[in-house]
C-alpha cells in the first residue's frame, strides 16, 4: 500500500511540474509564438506526402519554366518546370531530418564525453577537454566542410560530418553543468550504497542537469538547419534532384534578378524554421530557470 501511494504522489508532482511548466512557457509570448510556428512546420514535415506528392518535385516540364506563382502553381517553377511549393514542402523532411538528427547524435556522444569529464575528473577530464579545444580551434562550418569533402557528399556524410562540428560544444556545456551536480548530496548518498559510476551518470547527474542541456539541443537544431542549408548551397551538401532549402536557394542564385521568388519561398522557410526554434529555446530558458519564479 505505501509503495502505491508513493507512486501516485510522484506521479501526482511530476504533473504539477509539468503544469507549472507549460503555465511559466505559454507566460512568454514570442516562446508562444515559436512554438505555433514551430507545430506548423512539423505539420507539413509529417503530411507533405498529403499536401503534395512527391513527383511533382522531380517532374520536369520545359514548357512551363520559370513561370512566377499562380493558381497552378502557387511558388511559382523552376528552371526546369518543377512545382517549387512541392519542392519547398519536401525539402523540409531533408532540412529538418538533418537538424534533429545531428543535434541529438551531438547531444548522445557530448553527454557520454561531457559528463565522464566533469564527473571523474582529473586525467580523464584533461584528456577529454584537450581534444575537444582542438577541435573547437576550427570553425564548426569548416569542419563540417572538412569533413564532406573528405568523405563524399551525400546525406549520410553530411550528417555524420555536422554531428562532430557540434559535439565540441555539447562536450564543453554538458561538463559545466555535470561539475556543478556532480557534488550534490544524492550523489555522494548514492556512491556510498555503492552505486556503479555509469548508474549514477545517467540516473541521477543527468537527469538533474537536463534543463540547460535541451535548451542548447533546442538552439543547435536551430543552428544545424542554417549549417546545411549553407552546405547545400555551396554544392557540398545535398545534391540535386533532392529537395533541401539550401540547394534551391543555390539554384535561386542564377535568376536572381529574372526570378526572385526562387529565393523568396525557400528563404523565407529557412527563416521561420531557425527563428521558432531559437524563439522555443528562449522559451525554455525561462521555463526552466528556477530564479525565475514568480
Not at 503544469?19 to 512557457?25: P, S
Request: charged fraction near 15%; include cysteine; glycine fraction near 8%.
Amino acid at each position: 500500500m505505501n509503495k502505491s501511494v508513493q507512486k501516485t504522489n510522484r506521479k501526482s508532482r511530476r504533473m504539477a511540474s509539468v503544469k507549472e511548466f507549460w503555465r511559466r512557457f505559454i507566460k512568454n509570448k514570442t516562446a508562444l509564438a515559436g512554438f505555433v510556428i514551430l507545430c506548423f512546420i512539423l505539420f507539413i514535415v509529417i503530411f507533405a506526402d498529403v499536401i503534395v506528392p512527391y513527383s511533382k518535385c522531380i517532374e520536369q516540364a520545359g514548357s512551363e519554366r520559370l513561370q512566377g506563382p499562380g493558381p497552378a502553381h502557387w511558388f511559382g517553377t523552376d528552371e526546369y518546370g518543377r512545382d517549387l511549393f512541392a519542392r519547398v514542402i519536401h525539402g523540409s523532411r531533408y532540412s529538418l531530418i538533418i537538424g534533429v538528427s545531428t543535434s541529438l547524435m551531438a547531444l548522445f556522444f557530448g553527454a557520454i564525453l561531457g559528463a565522464s569529464a566533469g564527473y571523474f575528473g582529473g586525467m580523464v577530464d584533461n584528456i577529454i577537454m584537450r581534444i575537444t579545444d582542438v577541435f573547437m580551434c576550427v570553425p564548426p562550418i569548416l569542419l563540417s566542410l572538412a569533413v564532406v569533402a573528405a568523405l563524399g557528399t551525400n546525406l549520410r556524410n553530411l550528417i555524420i560530418a555536422m554531428t562532430i562540428s557540434c559535439v565540441p560544444g555539447n562536450v564543453r556545456l554538458i561538463r559545466s553543468v555535470v561539475l556543478t551536480v556532480a557534488d550534490q548530496d544524492y550523489v555522494e548518498a548514492a556512491r556510498s550504497y555503492g552505486t556503479g559510476n555509469g548508474r549514477i551518470i545517467f540516473r541521477y547527474v543527468l537527469p538533474n542537469a537536463m534543463g540547460p542541456i535541451i535548451v542548447n539541443t533546442t538552439m543547435c537544431i536551430s543552428d544545424m538547419i542554417l549549417s546545411a542549408a549553407g552546405l547545400s548551397f555551396i554544392g557540398m551538401g545535398i545534391q540535386p534532384p533532392a529537395p533541401e532549402w539550401g540547394s534551391l536557394l543555390s539554384n535561386a542564385e542564377t535568376y536572381l534578378f529574372s526570378a526572385p521568388y526562387l529565393l523568396v519561398f525557400p528563404g523565407i522557410f529557412i527563416i521561420l524554421t531557425s527563428l521558432a526554434f531559437n524563439l522555443v529555446g528562449d522559451g525554455l530558458t525561462d521555463a526552466l530557470d528556477p530564479k525565475l519564479k514568480d
